[in-house]
């Protein structure tokens, strides 16, 4: 297979963060004046796509982002299960916590569909505590229910053509009569851990070995309601991370099509904004460029990476780099894509991704 500009880029990156290490996303130095000023215009054969390195207005200077993908979305949870004994007593720096992310009901915004979907349910854990963290996009019909018990979480929820969600952690329960060392290693022995969620629409068990590190989409009718799991799992080292997340859609001029979305911390906390293109090449490989930015607009990375279609079910998969502006890597990107059928509106939303980030650091794991 042929090797472009975007495979020789990433490679590249990678070998530079193993020989240079950890770096800033505001270091500057090294940066070409032509590459923060010059013109953006999408050019999938540039080994930027197009793009430059300088800031942006707040959100792009596009105000649908600000309603789609702002802050607003993700709001603040105080779970009383926090201060839950088995809670406190199981939480430690040397132990690894799982993100978990689920989102549920019309996935792509789909402005056409006229009925409500029930979603009221629940996620229960297996040898370990739910603690919530953020709920997606609640409105006043939805509601999280009282909390009874730290391994298990309710809501109501019904969607139309949008989505609900939660962001939670999973603390696995170990066992009482054992206790850590100073070894980072030294975990204590536990049962598995597992998850439940269960609605009318979907129930789903999802087991210990599967969490660490999950990007599904269930599709659970013909509409495009589906429900999409994805998780972080915060090792010891706590290099940054989280998750990524909006709209990949086709569009009708080019091959291949635009993405736009939001950047938020593993806990749920909104970071910023990024948006792209992604599109075969000359060459004819698959690559995607992008910009990530703050609150207030500043630039924080550069996106470069490759994308493909999954094997056995619709969509694909993406994975990348982001660069700071001297070049360095960042971190690590990636995910799963899906699109609808291309209509005639270009304002239909005709698609989504979800995926996961993590900075680069000297522990850092590409994979």
Known sequence: MKRTHAYFVIALAVVAFWMIGCSSVTDDAGVDEDLLTREQVVDLNDPYGGFNFGDEEPAFGDAAMTEMFGPELNAEYNDPMESDPDVIGNKDRRRPITYLMITWGNLEADSTIDFWTDWSGSLTAENGAVCLKRTIAWDAHDEILPRTSRDLLEWRSRTQPHFDGILVALHKIYKPDTTLSTSVNDVPDSEPLSITFATDPLTVTIYEEDLKDLHRVVKVDE?????????????????????????????????????????????????????????????GEKVFFGKWINHSGHFEGLLVGYYGDLDDEPGGWFKGVWLTRALRTGGYLGGVWNTRDVTTDQNQPGGFFKGRWKKACLTTDPE
């Open 223 to 283: 509409a495009g309601n589906a429900v999409a799991f994805n998780t972080i799992t915060v090792e010891p080292d706590r290099c940054p991370s989280g998750f990524l997340g909006g709209q990949w859609r086709p569009v009708d001029h080019r091959p291949g099509g635009i993405f736009r979305g939001r950047w938020i911390s593993e806990n749920g906390v909104h970071a910023g904004y990024l948006r792209g293109i992604y599109g075969p090449d000359s060459g």
